[in-house]
């Protein structure tokens, strides 16, 4: 080749790369008239609203950076953490949990990775509970949605929680926001969620629990932090404190204790005071639930596992389904009243050897109840994210969630 020829073919090069460059600058040029436009509209929605302070949910621009992923990391977008169980930012959570799948981020930097994230996970009884749930609610009705995201209705909390009860009216619109994913207690949930877990131990432990029973010196305890409920559990321990004492420690009692927590939660550490207290002194312990809904069982159950400590429930779920053998706890349901759940008691606490082999089990099983950000549910969600390519949407959630729900007990008078 002759170098004119050269010089002619490089010439062609220049304008070619003139012309490339001015069209992707007037582009970026259209794309940013765009985006202003969306942020002066979105700007401007919320300046008409009562929030002054509110920064918009999403960012429109980023949408394309993160969007599928053909075996990438998963990017899951946590809408809103106000009870602060994961890290700011960006949780290394998957790693941390050991998940078989782990190749995804959860994040709580919801204004830059909303759009582009895999997945957006709305915590629902804090977000409801939220001043800000009018807000969002209009803002989220009037996104234009990435088709490919998923949006999870994630909740610990029966239907019959309370900041529910008051928001009835606005939450129909949220039914509606087209959820395709549930992860909740339910066990039927798209993920379910599990607040603990029982494990047959490795190796037997061979302890003696009537030496354990001789040296408890009080019956029964419960922790509560609620106390008015769907359930009336507090009328129950009203009735059963006619026939036996019942300590009760926390906002609606007169004893303390420190959970090891911030928070007025009984997740509390085992070596919390609290837990301790249970473990070396009563032999009885409530794990009441707040509501008798489908599969809801609760920290209240699975942190007496691992104690020396009979639980007694009273909730609505099936506890055999969920893996919880009946010599694992008393239930209420199996009495007539209070007053005859009363009396098994003091037969037991009459009875050194009957009372201990009702702990016996413990020495084949342990138990652990798991903080909302170690919970295996998080493995499922991202496993289901790099697996599941279907479409789906709940658009049922309404009568599901609340079916069958908040039932009336039945196990006290009016
Ligand atoms: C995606 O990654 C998983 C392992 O993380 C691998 O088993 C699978 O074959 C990969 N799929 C594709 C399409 O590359
Ligand atoms: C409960 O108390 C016993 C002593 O009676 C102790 O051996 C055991 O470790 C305690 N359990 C927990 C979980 O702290
Ligand atoms: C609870 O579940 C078990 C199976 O897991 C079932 O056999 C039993 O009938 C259920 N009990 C009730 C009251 O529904
Ligand atoms: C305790 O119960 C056992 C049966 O498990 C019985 O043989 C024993 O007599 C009872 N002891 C007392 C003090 O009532
Ligand atoms: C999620 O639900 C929305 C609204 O119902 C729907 O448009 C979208 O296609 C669904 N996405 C997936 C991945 O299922």
Redesign the pocket.
Same mark, same amino acid.
């Given at each position: 080749m002759g170098l004119s020829a050269l010089l002619c073919k490089s010439k062609t090069w220049i304008w070619g790369i003139f012309i490339l460059t001015s069209s992707v600058l007037y582009l970026i040029y259209l794309q940013e008239l765009r985006v202003g436009e969306q942020k002066t509209i979105h700007e401007r929605k919320h300046l008409n609203g009562r929030s002054k302070q509110s920064k918009p949910i999403y960012r429109p621009d980023d949408t394309t950076q993160f969007i599928d992923t053909k075996n990438q990391t998963k990017i899951i977008t946590l809408f809103n953490d106000e009870w602060g169980f994961f890290a700011k930012g960006t949780d290394r959570l998957f790693e941390k949990l050991r998940c078989p799948v782990s190749n995804c981020i959860l994040t709580l930097e919801r204004e830059k990775f909303f759009h582009g994230s895999d997945a957006v996970v709305f915590n629902i009884p804090p977000l409801v509970r939220s001043n800000q749930f009018q807000r969002y609610l209009l803002d989220l009705h009037s996104l234009r949605?990435n088709?490919?995201?998923?949006?999870v209705f994630y909740t610990h909390e029966s239907p019959c929680f309370r900041g529910f009860a008051e928001r009835w009216q606005e939450m129909y619109s949220f039914w509606q926001m087209?959820? &395709?994913w549930t992860m909740t207690y339910r066990q039927d949930s798209d993920i379910p969620i599990q607040y603990g877990s029982i494990m047959r131990r490795e190796k037997p432990m061979k302890r003696d629990f009537v030496d354990v029973a001789k040296r408890k010196s009080k019956l029964v305890a419960w922790f509560t932090s609620h106390c008015q409920t769907f359930s009336r559990r507090e009328d129950y321990v009203k009735e059963l404190q006619k026939y036996i004492p019942v300590d009760i420690y926390g906002t609606c009692g007169k004893l303390k204790c420190n959970t090891g927590l911030p928070k007025t939660s009984y997740y509390g550490p085992l070596n919390s005071e609290c837990l301790q207290i249970v473990n070396n002194t009563y032999k009885f312990y409530l794990s009441f639930e707040n509501a008798f809904a489908t599969d809801y069982i609760t920290e209240k159950y699975f942190n007496t596992v691992p104690l020396d400590v009979i639980a007694i429930v009273r909730g609505g779920a099936n506890y055999s389904r969920l893996g919880i053998s009946a010599f694992m706890y008393i239930d209420t349901r199996n009495f007539n009243s209070p007053q005859s759940l009363a009396s098994y008691i003091l037969s037991l606490d009459n009875n050194v050897t009957e009372y201990a082999k009702l702990l016996n089990w413990k020495n084949y099983y342990t138990g652990t109840s798991y903080l909302p950000s170690t919970r295996k549910h998080w493995c499922e969600l991202c496993r289901k994210l790099h697996e599941d390519k *279907?479409? *789906?949407?709940r &658009?049922d959630i309404q009568n599901w969630y609340n079916e069958d729900e908040c039932r009336k007990p039945t196990d006290i008078g009016l």
């Open positions: 949605r088709t490919k995201q998923r949006w087209g959820f &395709n *279907s479409l *789906s949407m &658009n």
